[in-house]
T-cell receptor, first 114, second 119 residues
Framework: GENVEQHPSTLSVQEGDSAVIKCTYSDSASNYFPWYKQELGKGPQLIIDIRSNVGEKKDQRIAVTLNKTAKHFSLHITETQPEDSAVYFCANPGASGGSYIPTFGRGTSLIVHP | EAGVTQFPSHSVIEKGQTVTLRCDPISGHDNLYWYRRVMGKEIKFLLHFVKESKQDESGMPNNRFLAERTGGTYSTLKVQPAELEDSGVYFC?????????????????FGEGSRLTVL
């Protein structure tokens, strides 16, 4: 699978602030864009994903936006809470057909200070 | 519904020894993946099974690593002989086959990982 570039590597915010993590990719045929959250001692868990036919998807305090022209997708967390502290990973976008092998970026360590 | 389970959760061995990690995927999931994360680095793909067949093992570091998936159910990953650089957390994940005729990818369900420490 292709690599993804994820930024920033660490993000420290105060409770209640917003956090944004960005992921860039290279394959213009990509049509599936997932974000995973890994809490301490646990495996990564899908928190939100988006297909290429929409530009934004929201689920309560989290949202993912997609810019296909610029080839990047971003995770937005609003009104951050201490329990949002975790490592967040984007995975390389998948495309229709064939075998999808998700590969992950280096992750973003989000720390939410009470 | 039971999630993906991995065993052991933590293993400490000496260089040169052998370790076998086990993964039980969610029932009915044809896709099974092995990944490894070394502290602070990316979650690196190792290999992918579809049922009992190895679909892609391009991420396996070398021939000291052997993965099997007997009967398309649980999977094992054996490291023999272990080296210091094999230390890390080994994750297993499973997923449904692709959805719909266009095989749009879907969610991966991860286990909690097996932490391997090679001394």
């Amino acid at each position: 699978g292709e690599n993804v570039e994820q930024h920033p590597s660490t993000l420290s915010v105060q409770e209640g602030d917003s956090a944004v993590i960005k992921c860039t990719y290279s394959d213009s045929a990509s049509n599936y864009f997932p974000w995973y959250k890994q809490e301490l001692g646990k495996g990564p868990q899908l928190i939100i994903d988006i297909r290429s036919n929409v530009g934004e998807k929201k689920d309560q305090r989290i949202a993912v936006t997609l810019n296909k022209t610029a080839k990047h997708f971003s995770l937005h967390i609003t009104e951050t809470q201490p329990e949002d502290s975790a490592v967040y990973f984007c995975a390389n976008p998948g495309a229709s057909g064939g075998s999808y092998i998700p590969t992950f970026g280096r992750g973003t360590s989000l720390i939410v200070h009470p | 519904e039971a999630g993906v389970t991995q065993f052991p959760s933590h293993s400490v061995i000496e260089k040169g020894q052998t370790v076998t990690l086990r993964c039980d995927p969610i029932s009915g999931h044809d896709n099974l993946y092995w990944y490894r994360r070394v502290m602070g680095k990316e979650i690196k793909f190792l290999l992918h099974f579809v049922k009992e067949s190895k679909q892609d093992e391009s991420g396996m570091p070398n021939n000291r690593f052997l993965a099997e998936r007997t009967g398309g159910t649980y999977s094992t990953l054996k490291v023999q002989p272990a080296e210091l650089e094999d230390s890390g957390v080994y994750f297993c994940a499973s997923s449904h086959p692709g959805q719909g005729y266009s095989l749009i990818p879907g969610e991966l369900f991860f286990g909690e990982g097996s932490r391997l420490t090679v001394l």
